[in-house]
């Protein structure tokens, strides 16, 4: 009994809820325990005294006025439970250095403030407002995950719904809700299953089990119904799907962080993703599009205004006059075009299809105020020339920029960075060819509202892409859970807007994933590879980018209602319980 206590006391289910969570993530993958773990959260939120076990009796500790224990400090055991929970699913950023150790305890601890926030706001909508639990603990949970993924730069990497990235019928309700939608049917189902539990004085009941499993078989309907519908499209336009198919390589290098930290890194695995490349047209020579990942490329884009400022330092090197720039600048585009025409990115004779490559590189611009450093992906056409170029608009803290890093240049030394990276301004859309994509270039493919942003933003441009692709360098993480986030990011990315995502990322994971969801090619980690993804666009329209997150914002709302209704500013309603 006594160990019976301890579990359920406020410390043990913030602590199980925690620990649970965490295994339902790569590398663990136990995705059922995401639906079990915010029980624990639940019952906390259910209870009158936070101080109890879940048999209503008082803790022994918390009726002790001199010792010290999580039982009479019941929301510092609730972060200690979400801490635990964060420093295990991000322990990966720890691979890359030492110094990366205050980046994951400082993340750690920062994502964990929300999970007492969130049971402290469920708490004030449950026992202050007399809301139902069912009802408070999804639209508080949303409104957290929203709240997380616009705060400081945003950080929506491990939502709920990244954990059913492999259950296809379910993730098909991101077309219209996005990730919060899914993240709202878990917590309700859980949210149903605590109230169903015979605890704090009260009976089972076998009414929420009702709700939840209505709620969750209209979402496995609408995707079964979502799934259907484009299998009958493609059955009944077979013809035209292919002649609107384009055939596309997916270029893995894998060059660990080992590797990455030594002289002449750059040129081995440019190398390295040109030879796999050759060997990928030998294979499949019908293939137009060649997709390298994240700065692969060894060679820079450098530009400059007419009247730069000097000296400017590139690549540890100076360059003292506007010549010199100039000399530079023709040096790379031409060792760019030796790349393209090696690849035979040159328009061929004959059958052979005119070819496009696709890759990461840095862009240097030097102007009247300094030198800008950018991440950038650019396509290159059949003379060997970048015909267009997009910069990175979401930089990367810590590994792109430091806050507070240009006013401390001491930050950016101890993180091995210059000034970090200038941002870009806007999505851009790529023709390669019959195949019209829009690149992003790491982490930005966790955001779920910046790849809707991009989607309507050129859909309203009328330059609305046939796919997304993900240039990626994963190899400070090779062989790491960061590769399966990656993945399952992508995943719902492909849902929500409805179109297939391609990823070439650096050590893996490169995948080809269909507008449902499904992956259809995938490579292992840590391997140099190459796939063909056969690409046609996806007909169906998405409900998430019209919309965008106005559900998930109106869950926002509600908590921020409720709190209003803690603090007095709205009127209160009589507890009922």
């Not at 908590?559 to 500013?569: E, K, P, T, W, Y």
């Amino acid at each position: 009994m006594q160990i019976v206590g301890k579990l359920t006391s406020a410390s043990g289910l913030a602590i199980t809820g925690g620990v649970g969570l965490a295994l339902s993530y790569p590398p663990f993958s136990c995705a059922p325990l995401a639906w079990l773990a915010p029980v624990c959260w639940a019952l906390l939120i259910r209870r009158r005294d936070l101080c109890g076990t879940v048999a209503g009796q008082a803790s022994p500790a918390s009726t002790s006025p001199k010792r010290l224990s999580f039982a009479r400090h019941p929301y510092v055991a609730i972060w200690f439970g979400g801490w635990i929970f964060w420093l295990v699913t991000l322990h990966w950023l720890l691979l890359p250095g030492w110094v990366w150790t205050f980046g994951w305890l400082g993340l750690a601890t920062y994502l964990s403030l929300y999970v007492p926030l969130f049971v402290a706001i469920a708490r004030c909508g449950v026992h202050a407002c007399g809301l139902p639990l069912v009802l408070v603990v999804p639209v508080v949970w949303t409104a957290m995950e929203l709240a997380q993924a616009h705060m400081l730069t945003g950080f929506a990497m491990c939502g709920l719904a990244q954990t059913q990235y492999g259950w296809v019928h379910l993730i098909q309700i991101g077309d219209v809700a996005g990730p919060y939608g899914i993240a709202f049917v878990m917590t309700f189902t859980a949210a149903c299953l605590a109230r169903m539990l015979p605890c704090y004085g009260q009976r089972f009941v076998w009414r929420p089990a009702i709700a939840a499993a209505s709620v969750l078989g209209l979402c496995l309907g609408y995707g079964a119904w979502r799934l259907a519908a484009q299998s009958d499209s493609q059955a009944g336009d077979s013809q035209t799907t292919d002649s609107q198919t384009t055939a596309v390589a997916l270029v893995q290098p894998s060059l660990g962080r080992d590797m990455q930290n030594t002289p002449g890194w750059r040129r081995i695995i440019h190398q390295s993703c040109a030879e796999q490349s050759r060997a990928a047209l030998r294979q499949w020579p019908d293939v137009e599009l060649i997709v390298w990942p994240e700065t692969t490329l060894d060679a820079h884009l450098i530009t400059f205004d007419e009247e730069p400022r000097l000296p400017a330092k590139i690549s540890a090197v100076s360059y003292e006059t506007r010549e010199d720039l100039d000399l530079a600048r023709k040096r790379d585009e031409a060792r760019l075009r030796r790349t393209a025409l090696e690849l035979g990115a040159a328009a061929g004779d004959g059958d052979r299809p005119q070819r496009w490559l696709l890759a990461g590189l840095y862009t240097w611009h030097v102007g009247r105020d300094g030198t800008e450093l950018m991440n950038s992906a650019a396509l290159v056409n059949s003379q060997g020339s970048i015909v267009d170029r997009y910069d990175k608009v979401h930089a990367v803290v810590f590994a792109e920029y430091v806050p507070w890093g240009s006013v401390l240049p001491w930050l950016n030394a101890l993180f091995a960075l210059d000034d970090g990276i200038t941002r870009g301004s806007k999505a851009q859309t790529f023709d390669a060819g019959r195949l019209r994509v829009s690149p992003s270039i790491c982490y930005e493919i966790t955001l779920p509202h910046r790849i809707r942003e991009n989607v309507a933003a050129l859909s309203a441009e009328e330059k609305e892409p046939d796919a997304l692709v993900v240039l990626s360098n994963n190899g400070w993480f090779w062989g790491s859970a960061e590769q399966d986030l990656i993945l399952a990011n992508s995943v719902l990315r492909a849902v929500e807007n409805r179109k297939p995502v391609l990823i070439a990322a650096n050590t893996g994971i490169s995948a080809s994933i269909s507008g449902d969801g499904r992956v259809v090619e995938r490579t292992p980690k840590g391997v140099e590879t190459a796939i063909r993804a056969d690409v046609a666009p996806d007909a169906r329209r998405s409900l998430y980018v019209t919309v965008g997150d106005w559900p998930a914002a109106v869950c926002l709302i509600a908590a921020l209602a409720i709190v209003a209704a803690r603090l007095g500013f709205v009127g209160k309603r009589p507890p009922k319980h």
